[in-house]
């Protein structure tokens, strides 16, 4: 579907559509309303008067990571950690060009939180993997100062990365309820003999977060290098995404991704727009407000296609033993660590769920309400076929504001301003190696 623009010509903003989304996914019909076609089409095509501002993206090496979930304790290859540093890197710098992209003022995309999000799966991943290290037989007479350096190491890198606390809550739930954090620093030993359970739990979890570490960054991270690489060729990423997954080279089975990346792109054009001379003040604000609402929306529908699509896959977080150690960790205990705050004063942390909530559930942890079923359910949605179901089970959601601590919640206080600027300057904090 493609708009024109009051000069009679077509416009370079084009309107994804897909028969599973049924969204307002363009906001240029609002913009030629406003008067602004000529001078929109000005500097989608380089007009006369504009400063030409020319996008430049040096494309980056995607490595083949998915080899990671096939690790095992005391054998050669990619570690869940190793490829983990690998995709906050990549994030990290997709972050910096993005943001080029959009250009000022600086607003938060999908991989700005991406980079801190697979941060704290590290250190998930960190731990799990030591433990599995811990519980590996070593001959020798050097094994028990062996095991007892990795105990010492994890417990470290659990105080550390401010996880103690809830693994003393798994903990207290899993076994005698006797667990605090001083009992389990003082236990190493008793910990030790619990390793066949933890062992068997911990490759479960490793295995399903190192899944979906890493099939995001083949999909999502993927998907950013395309769109930036042929942008900056000049050409219209969200389309080449779709000759992309047409291909078969990029999973986009209900439109997300290309819908996503459409509304990133428009929101691109809308800044270019916004800070042309011919634009009055007054409707710099406008622009402004569109151009915000659409890197929101942008970013909601890639996180419902890698929350929906990948991490509730029944590998993942549709596992009964993620969905039993998830429920087990008591309110406001799960954090996510941002950027460093001003001064050396730590930290910014986000609060995950303090409220109560399985994270392991798409709706709570998303912080969107189920409306399939409701008499006069809305007309826009965002509709969600989950992995092993048909399309005739897509269950509609639509944004629930009222609960703190979601993927909603935090896309929505760090979208722009200061909050978004101290994400983009910070970067997240190194994982120590194994």
């Not at 001959?139 to 007892?148: D, E, H, S, V, W």
């Not at 099939?215 to 050409?235: K, N, P, T, W």
């Not at 990029?250 to 916004?274: C, I």
Request: hydrophobic share 40%; glycine share 10%.
């Amino acid at each position: 579907m493609r708009f024109s623009t009051v000069s009679g010509t077509s416009s370079a903003l084009e309107a994804p559509s897909s028969e599973a989304l049924q969204r307002t996914t363009s906001l240029l019909p609002e913009l030629l309303g406003l008067g602004l076609g000529e001078a929109l089409h000005e500097v989608t095509r380089g007009g006369p008067g504009q400063p030409g501002e020319r996008f430049s993206y040096p494309g980056l090496q995607l490595l083949e990571l998915r080899g990671a979930r096939q690790w095992m304790p005391g054998r050669d290859g990619l570690s869940g950690v190793q490829a983990n540093a690998h995709i906050i890197t990549t994030y990290q710098a997709l972050d910096t060009h993005m943001a080029r992209y959009l250009g000022a003022p600086v607003l938060s995309t999908w991989v700005t939180f991406g980079k801190y999000s697979a941060r704290e799966v590290g250190s998930w991943i960190h731990i799990l993997e030591t433990m599995l290290s811990l519980g590996h037989a070593v001959p020798g007479a050097r094994a028990y100062a062996r095991r007892l350096r990795l105990s010492r190491s994890l417990l470290s890198l659990a105080v550390q990365d401010g996880l103690l606390f809830a693994l003393t809550s798994v903990a207290q739930r899993l076994f005698d309820g006797s667990w605090t954090s001083e009992t389990l620093l003082a236990n190493v030993h008793r910990l030790a003999g619990l390793l066949p359970e933890l062992r068997q739990l911990a490759g479960v979890v490793r295995h399903g977060l190192v899944e979906g570490n890493t099939e995001m960054y083949h999909r999502v991270g993927f998907a950013f290098d395309v769109f930036l690489r042929a942008e900056s060729a000049g050409r219209n990423g969200s389309e080449v995404l779709q000759e992309v997954i047409a291909g078969g080279a990029l999973e986009d089975p209900q439109g997300y991704l290309r819908a996503g990346f459409a509304l990133y792109r428009e929101a691109h054009q809308v800044g270019l727009l916004a800070r042309s001379p011919r634009v009055s003040r007054d409707r710099q604000l406008v622009l402004e407000s569109c151009r915000r609402h659409l890197v929101l929306e942008g970013n909601l529908l890639i996180a419902v296609q890698e929350q929906a699509l990948v991490l509730q896959r029944p590998s993942i977080f549709a596992h009964p033993v993620f969905h039993l150690l998830l429920g087990t960790v008591r309110p406001g205990v799960l954090q996510l660590t941002l950027a460093p705050l001003a001064g050396g004063r730590g930290y910014d942390r986000f609060s995950m769920l303090p409220e109560g909530g399985n994270w392991a559930d798409f709706e709570a942890r998303m912080g969107v309400r189920d409306v399939t079923d409701e008499p006069n359910r809305p007309a826009y949605t965002f509709p969600v076929i989950f992995p092993g179901t048909s399309p005739s089970e897509a269950r509609h959601y639509v944004v629930d504001t009222s609960r703190r601590g979601t993927i909603v919640d935090l896309f929505t206080r760090y979208l722009c301003g200061p909050a978004s600027e101290q994400l983009l300057r910070g970067g997240p904090r190194a994982l120590p190696p194994h």
